[in-house]
C-alpha cells in the first residue's frame, strides 16, 4: 500500500493566527469518513511531537457537525518578534498537510 498523507485525504488544512501567543490548525473533511478516519489517526500525542509541544499544551476541537479538526497551540515566538518567521501562522498547514497516515 503507499503511504497517503493527511493532504491527500482532506479537503484543506490551514493554519492561522489566534491572537499573537498561539496558532490554530484547522483540518476540513468533505467526507465524514474521513473525518473519522482521522479522528483516530491524528492522536494528540503524534500532532504534539509533530509541532514540538508538550501533549498538555496541544488544545484539540473535534467538531463532527462541519467534519473539522482543530488544533491550537502555543507559538514558539511571539508574533512579529525579532525572530518570527511566520507573521501569519500560514506555514503550519504544511507539516500536518504533509504528515504520512
Partial sequence: ?????????????????????????????????????????????RVAALYQVAPDQLKRFDIPDL???????PRPVVQGSAHDRDMHGAQYAALLEEMTL
Fill in 67 to 73: 467534519r473539522v479538526i482543530k488544533f491550537s497551540l
Fill in 1 to 45: 500500500m503507499i503511504p497517503t498523507s493527511l493532504g491527500d485525504l482532506v479537503l484543506k488544512v490551514r493554519s492561522k493566527n489566534a491572537g499573537p501567543f498561539w496558532v490554530t490548525i484547522d483540518v476540513f473533511c468533505d467526507r465524514r469518513d474521513v473525518f473519522d478516519r482521522l479522528v483516530s489517526a491524528l492522536s494528540t500525542d
